[in-house]
């Protein structure tokens, strides 16, 4: 077995199930970063291919987190961009924020200034580790036993399921309240029904959160 557990060939790094990777758990081609899922990637944790910057899904990008192409920018779902998080092309500026189907009053950083940061963390890709690997996993994943596991991919919604049941209430509660909320829409993206985790209160709930107590005549 090879002493570096690849499955792939020429590898100079671990665990990589594609070729010519001189990182770690590639299952991509030519890549010298590392957990990419693409093609010839310097960054890491790409999906996309020919990226040098990292975790992006798109192709040709040298910033990060881009789901688009060709940006130097950061989080840009278009093309072309030197700004960030912008989802047309060819902007060097920030744009105002639509959320939940309406226009809102902030940019993205405007957002984060006032909201804060309390997003989940979404991840798309889990390392699964062979002792935790299901009989089933095993029988369809090639190589596995070599590279000690494999990578997992969920969808978008399965990820959001996976992460939702994680988050802490203050997290949960930042969601619900950013400004536009609208739970429908919520539950169309995400597949989390958030009006079914309301709950009623009963006077006694009340009580004990104002820290009072009630006597029940009979």
């Not at 199930?17 to 990637?41: A, E, K, L, P, T």
């Not at 062979?130 to 978008?156: A, I, N, P, Q």
């Not at 995400?190 to 009963?202: C, D, F, L």
């Amino acid at each position: 077995m090879d002493k570096k557990n690849n499955t792939g060939s020429e590898n100079s790094g671990n665990y990589n199930s594609g070729d010519r990777n001189s990182g770690y758990r590639n299952s991509g081609h030519f890549n010298s970063g590392n957990y990419n899922s693409g093609d010839r990637n310097s960054g890491y944790r790409n999906s996309g291919h020919f990226n040098s910057g990292h975790f992006n899904s798109g192709y040709f990008n040298s910033g990060n987190y881009n789901s688009g192409n060709y940006n130097s920018g950061y989080r840009n779902s278009g093309h072309f961009n030197s700004g960030d998080y912008n989802s047309g092309m060819f902007n060097t500026n920030e744009p105002k924020m639509r959320m939940f189907n309406k226009d809102s009053q902030y940019t993205y950083i405007e957002f984060r200034n006032k909201f804060g940061y309390k997003d989940i963390l979404l991840s798309l890709t889990i390392w699964i580790y062979k002792e935790h690997m299901t009989d089933k996993e095993k029988k369809s994943v090639d190589g596995w036993s070599e590279r000690g596991g494999y990578l997992k991919t969920l969808d978008y919604k399965e990820a959001w399921a996976k992460a939702w049941s994680e988050a802490s209430e203050k997290q949960k509660n930042w969601y619900k309240n950013l400004p536009n909320f609208d739970a429908d829409i919520f539950e169309e993206i995400t597949g989390i029904k958030v009006k079914e985790e309301v709950e009623e209160m009963t006077m006694e709930d009340v009580c004990k959160a104002l820290g009072k107590t009630i006597k029940i005549k009979k």
